[in-house]
């Protein structure tokens, strides 16, 4: 194992000791990179809704056994290697969608133990703030338009959506592959739509039968990528065309009638990104993923979008209620340590 010497004994840390519960800062040792892990000096840890559901108590499928530290996405410096490890060395700077469920310590503290197949290199182009917010989202849109859909050139996608978290960066990962995209958003939200490279479409104004009638001359889009779930879900059924299409989700809990879909001839893809990470199968996909998608920020096709306001360990919970409200303004990221 390579280790620095000048590490400290303990860290800061951020714990939640039962659903529901306040962050309570916390004093932990710093944990030791097992074989085939890196121990990362986090500098910004990503915050998505997922984050406040699993402190909440209000996510069945992300299970994290209390007391524990909990979020999900890092960006950060590695300082030590364990046995095993040799695509990384102490001062490279990486990122990755990293802990905070299935019993790893999350990435709400100064260090953390990283199985290294979980991480890429971080995009030079970006901070480690902008680092940060991207793992989890880039990681999901990915499996769903590359690995399930395999988007390509010239095909219409919609994405449902496509302002938030998951959506926007769908919306440009579909883009960069040279599919023509279409985006569900709110009225005031068209022109962030247009900045990102879709065609907005107001949900709220527009019938699935009118929109589309309008963009693809009633024949439905290729891939509809649903990010919301529910009554979407169902009418992403009916947008997707005929003899074909493919629609994929990543919140496809509930009752749902297939029939709009089976009628088309289309086909359905369920998305379950931390599937990895619970069970240990597949963990080196993600860091493949990420660092495809490092390669397409670098080549300036791809980017987050971070709310403008600042959040330390010690306002942590506020970052958490600012994700909650619905109010926040793209990725919110806590700052572990100045950069």
Do not use: C
């Not at 994290?64 to 590695?78: E, M, N, R, S, T």
């Not at 592959?177 to 962030?192: E, Y």
């Not at 509930?254 to 359905?268: D, E, I, K, Q, V």
């Not at 709310?307 to 942590?316: I, K, Y």
């Amino acid at each position: 194992m390579s280790t620095v010497s000048s590490l400290p004994r303990s860290m800061r840390a951020l714990t939640v000791q039962s659903a529901g519960g306040d962050f309570i800062p916390t004093q932990l040792p710093v944990p030791q990179p097992q074989a085939g892990e890196v121990l990362v000096r986090i500098v910004a840890s990503g915050v998505n809704p997922l984050d406040t559901k699993i402190r909440a108590g209000n996510a069945a499928h992300a299970q994290q056994p209390l007391p524990a530290v909990l979020g999900i996405d890092l960006a950060g410096v590695v300082v030590a290697v364990g046995v095993g490890v040799d695509n990384f060395r102490p001062g490279d700077e990486v990122y990755g969608m990293a802990g905070g469920i299935g019993g790893l310590q999350g990435t709400l503290a100064e260090y953390a133990a990283v199985d290294a197949r979980l991480l890429a290199p971080k995009p030079q182009n970006l901070t480690m703030r902008e680092a940060a917010a991207l793992p989890l989202a880039a990681i999901t849109a990915w499996e769903g338009l590359v690995d399930r859909a395999q988007v390509a050139a010239g095909q219409r996608v919609l994405v449902h959506g496509g302002a938030g978290g998951v959506g926007h960066i769908a919306v440009q990962l579909a883009r960069a592959r040279g599919a023509q995209v279409f985006s569900t958003v709110a009225a005031g939200q068209f022109a962030l739509a247009q900045r990102l490279g879709a065609v907005p479409i107001d949900y709220r104004a527009s019938s699935v039968a009118d929109y589309v009638a309008q963009h693809t001359q009633g024949q439905g889009f290729d891939v509809v990528f649903d990010t919301v779930g529910g009554a979407t879900l169902d009418a992403s059924f009916t947008a997707a065309r005929r003899y074909g299409g493919h629609v994929l989700s990543i919140l496809g809990w509930g009752t749902h009638a297939l029939a709009p879909l089976s009628f088309r001839s289309a086909t359905y893809s369920g998305v379950f990104t931390l599937y990895p990470m619970i069970s240990g199968v597949g963990r080196a996909h993600h860091g493949e993923i990420l660092r495809a998608i490092t390669e397409l920020v670098e080549a300036g096709k791809l980017r987050p979008m971070l709310d403008a306001q600042r959040f330390g360990l010690e306002s942590a919970q506020d970052a958490h209620h600012l994700v909650e409200s619905g109010m926040a303004r793209g990725k919110v990221v806590v700052d572990i340590a100045i950069e």
